[in-house]
């Protein structure tokens, strides 16, 4: 239905194709690169010989469907031959095989929210005990807190990018500097409306109203 107002000429918040991009797994790794922006190293193939191979190459490496969120459903691996046993179920029910590097990080993320050109809060996200996903869905804690101006910039870069009015910008920090993971075009709100007592929906709201005043 938000389509069918789109292409009726309704200017939508987000863009339904750019929100669809930003689900995309695959998507959102190349829109970034070709923007010139940090991203994990990737291999995307539905050939599994190549994706065994490219396993071997990377020792630590993620499985990530195309299409999930809250963590569900990656896999990590450092054996490439276990990983072949779940490439031949993926492949039979015609999956592709997004594998990316392991990304070393502080057991943290960062997520930057924004909305037009402004950020308007971030936040440090930790991962539960034993787990790699820092995911509030997989246990993670989203703790509300301005991170360096880095990482707000390459928010900024990455919401226009993938041509979103408003995101989520998850952020890892590698030990070469920071990349991105995904950028999410339906974030929830929670951990700022909270503690900033920020109104995101009013902020949106303006944003859109911005549209018509030009
Ligand atoms: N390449 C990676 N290296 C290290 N950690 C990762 C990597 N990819 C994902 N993660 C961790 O897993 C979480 C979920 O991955 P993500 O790609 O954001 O999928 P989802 O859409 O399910 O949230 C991330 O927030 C991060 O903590
Ligand atoms: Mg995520």
Redesign the pocket.
């Known amino acids: 239905m938000i389509e069918h107002m789109e292409v009726s000429g309704i200017r939508v918040v987000n863009p339904c194709y750019a929100f669809r991009r930003a689900r995309d797994?695959y998507a959102t790794q190349y829109t970034l690169l070709a923007a010139g922006l940090p991203v994990?190293t990737t291999y995307t193939s539905e050939s599994m010989a190549d994706a065994y191979r490219v396993s071997e190459q990377y020792g630590d490496?993620?499985y990530?469907p195309i299409l999930?969120?809250?963590?569900?459903?990656?896999l990590r691996f450092n054996d490439p031959d276990l990983a072949y046993n779940a490439y031949k179920m993926l492949d039979r029910y015609g999956q592709p095989l997004i594998l990316?590097?392991?990304?070393p990080?502080p057991g943290r993320?960062i997520r930057v929210f924004v909305i037009g050109d402004e950020v308007v809060g971030s936040a440090y996200?930790y991962?539960a005990e034993g787990k790699?996903?820092?995911?509030v869905a997989?246990g993670?804690r989203m703790v509300e807190e301005r991170v360096p101006d880095e990482m707000l910039e390459l928010g900024l870069k990455a919401t226009k990018a993938m041509g979103l009015d408003y995101s989520g910008v998850?952020i890892?920090e590698s030990p070469d500097g920071p990349v991105i993971?995904?950028v999410?075009g339906s974030p929830g709100w929670q951990a700022l409306n909270l503690a900033a007592n920020i109104k995101v929906a009013e902020e949106i709201v303006k944003h859109a109203v911005g549209f018509i005043h030009g």
């Open positions: 797994k994990p490496f993620v990530k999930s969120s809250m963590g569900k459903g990656s990316q590097k392991y990304v990080n993320d996200k991962r790699w996903k820092t995911n997989q993670g998850d890892i993971l995904e999410n």
